[in-house]
């Protein structure tokens, strides 16, 4: 069970080295706020980060164009999704483009957008490297 829980953390890998070394030669990127963004890499799964990649070319996938305020039958995949989109949102690292509260139900795949450090993850991490394959599933999902 170890091995299974970890190998999926072990791809965080090179996109950590790119987070270290992207900020290391950055003239705009501060001590502190460098602290805080391995910091916050750290914090995230694997799968969120291919979230982060997965808002960014969202275009190409079809995701959901609605709520789940109505939707009937969560799969435990689709709500263990969901929380991860929304621990990004209640972090402020990603945004649902909506006037509604921040709920799970009140997640739209296909309206969801990086913000804030969130935007600095991607960038920094070079997540636009994470294949598809990884974040197909997700996708998948959030149709």
Known sequence: MLKCQREPQ???????????????????VSADMGHQIIKVGEELTYRQLCILKLIVVKDRFGLRNENYRNYGGFSKELYSVLYECKDLHDREYINFDTEVGSGLTNTMPA?????????????????TFIPDEDIIPIAEVLK
């Open 10 to 28: 072990e791809k965080k890998i090179p996109y950590m080295g790119y987070l270290k070394a992207g900020i290391s030669f950055s003239s705009n």
């Open 111 to 127: 309206n969801m957008n990086l913000q804030g450090l969130g935007n600095d993850l991607y960038y920094f991490m070079k997540l």
